[in-house]
């Protein structure tokens, strides 16, 4: 049996956790920059008329209306409490699948002796002992239905409690039938509409199709999640994730900028962040792909948007090369005159360091570059990050960096920040 | 007892081995007894997962021996057990009580139990 776990409404119950007055009320959290909401609890969901992915600024006056608190994204916490999560899921099975920042699959395969749905409630139940953090449980044989029963454990609280097991046959019919084709998880919504459109509306109703029509109709993926969805195990186990093939980051500036060098900073920095993340997983990148645009949401800024993909000449990881390339990649597509609102960069090509080959007709000597990084990394690892940083990154204050106003303490992860505690008579 | 030749040890200089005892004699008596050094937190938090941390602000606990910008210790795993200090949500609001307590008109909910008291003596 596989387990899915996963953590409702992740970020904002992570915040509540911390504050007790915002329990049973609505939260919501933000995007980056405060772009737009991400992420609301079951409280704001409920408030109808709250969209998700709409700007901040559109929807401020409906969430101060609704008393809906709502945070700047605190990353910070997130992935730490995420962590706990992980760890001790860790104990409850020796194959965990970490799917992302809050769900996981569990191989159970081993507990046959175990009644699967008290093993659901306990590992519910430790989780939200240890951290606070209510999850739901998903078992079944295969990982497709094991979604599928997560997704029941939260829609009929009442009866399951937060854990669903498919056990049986009829159970499994029971789930099919439940679902809606566009909510079984891997089938896009191309798919589900063509399926809708010749009349399968269920999953129990795909899964009655011939396995030769879902082949040529649906590819082999579509195959896969046919026999899942039929309670045979075709997808595998990932317990070492695989290398990330494409790494970049992208924030909108804390107010728009025109400057050039002001822009080349923020872009330098989006650099080391990524370069960093590239020498961690061990790997070079082939590609440096640079992205500069102005603001969508404004009607009385010029706009301008201009994208630009450098191939490098030998894949790399070194932080000051890519800065560099980075910089000369800016110069061409930078245009003065304009508002700014965002520069991105993404990394792409991704190979192992060790499969990366030279170039002819570029001298070899940049190799020594490598030791200076590792010096690099090990420093900032010691003594907290961008404690050595490249001067491109520039050291006056930080006019694109993110404004996060309403960030809540890193509660968990810096000393200043602890949760406070005011004392009063008892 | 092995009897190094001074060839061998004139080698070892070469190489420039700093860090290596160049007596020949007896090694320290220590070598075979030697532990890593006490790790607090390792000593102080039984459950990294489920252990969190809060500060203290102001000196109405003191009946606890809580002060001031003391750090408390919570470790969420662990069932409190009669008088044991308490981290509970009345209200919605933290407070610190010994458990069990009986409260006629408010009920509240267990937050976490106080495991340490970090308390700066100076």
Redesign the interface.
């Known amino acids: 049996m596989i387990a899915l776990v996963d953590c409702n409404s992740f970020y904002a119950t992570c915040e509540q956790v911390f504050r007790?007055?915002?329990?049973g009320k609505p939260v919501v959290v933000l995007s980056n920059n405060d772009g737009c909401v991400i992420a609301a609890n079951k409280e704001a969901k409920a408030l109808s008329g709250i969209p998700m992915f709409e700007p901040f600024f559109k929807i401020k006056k409906l969430l101060i209306d609704n008393n809906v608190t709502f945070f700047s994204s605190n990353y910070t916490l997130y992935g730490e409490m995420s962590q706990?999560v992980m760890?001790?899921l860790s104990s409850f099975s020796p194959e965990v699948e970490i799917y992302s920042i809050d769900e996981a699959f569990l191989d159970l395969s081993g507990m046959k002796h175990f009644s699967m749905n008290c093993y659901g409630h306990q590992i519910k139940d430790t989780i939200f002992?240890?951290?606070?953090l209510p999850v739901g449980v998903g078992i079944a044989p295969t990982k497709v239905l094991a979604k599928l029963a997560n997704k029941i454990s939260k829609k009929r609280v009442s009866e399951n409690k937060g854990v669903f097991v498919i056990d049986s046959e009829e159970k499994r019919i029971e789930a099919l039938q439940w679902a809606d084709i566009n909510t079984v998880w891997g089938i896009g919504s191309k798919h589900s509409k063509r399926l809708k459109d010749i009349g399968i509306l269920n999953a129990y109703e795909f899964t009655q199709l011939p396995k030769e029509w879902v082949r040529k109709n649906m590819t082999v993926v579509g195959l896969r999640i046919w026999s899942e969805l039929q309670g045979k195990p075709t997808i595998e186990f990932k317990t070492v994730p695989s290398p990330k093939k494409g790494i970049g980051t992208a924030k909108s500036f804390g107010k728009k900028i025109e400057d050039l060098g002001m822009i080349q900073e923020a872009c330098s920095s989006y650099i080391s962040e990524v370069s960093e993340l590239l020498r961690n997983q061990k790997s070079c990148a082939t590609y440096l792909q640079v992205f500069l645009h102005t603001n969508y949401f404004s009607n009385h800024d010029q706009q301008y948007s201009k994208s630009i993909t450098v191939t490098l000449g030998i894949p790399t990881n070194n932080t000051f090369i890519l800065i560099s390339e980075a910089k000369k990649a800016l110069n061409i597509i930078y245009k003065p005159g304009y508002r700014f609102k965002k520069v991105g960069v993404c990394l792409s090509g991704i190979i192992p360091s060790n499969y990366v080959q030279g170039n002819l007709f570029i001298p070899t000597p940049r190799w020594e570059k490598n030791e200076l990084m590792h010096v690099f990394d090990k420093i900032n690892r010691k003594y907290g990050k961008s404690t050595l940083f490249s001067g491109l990154v520039g050291t006056r204050a930080k006019e694109w960096e993110l404004v996060k106003e309403d960030r809540s303490p890193r509660?968990?992860t810096q000393w200043k920040e602890?949760?406070?505690?005011?004392?009063?008579?008892? | 007892m092995e009897i190094f030749s001074s060839g061998k040890l004139s080698k070892i200089k070469n190489k420039g081995a700093s860090g290596l005892s160049k007596q020949s004699g007896f090694p320290s008596p220590a070598t075979h007894y030697a532990e890593p050094s006490v790790d607090l937190h390792k000593e102080l938090i039984a459950n990294r997962d489920a252990t969190f941390y809060v500060r203290i602000d102001g000196d109405e606990l003191s009946n606890y021996n809580i002060w001031d910008k003391d750090v408390l210790l919570i470790d969420r795993s662990l069932a409190p057990k009669k008088n044991d200090l308490v981290l509970v949500v009345i209200d919605g609001e933290f407070k610190v009580i010994r458990f069990p307590r009986v409260f006629l008109e408010t009920e509240f909910v267990l937050w976490g139990l106080i495991s340490y008291i970090i308390h700066y003596a100076r």
Request: glycine content about 4%; aromatic content about 14%.
């Open positions: 007790p007055d915002l329990w706990r760890n001790i002992q240890y951290t606070g509660y968990t602890l949760l406070k505690l005011k004392t009063t008579k008892n």
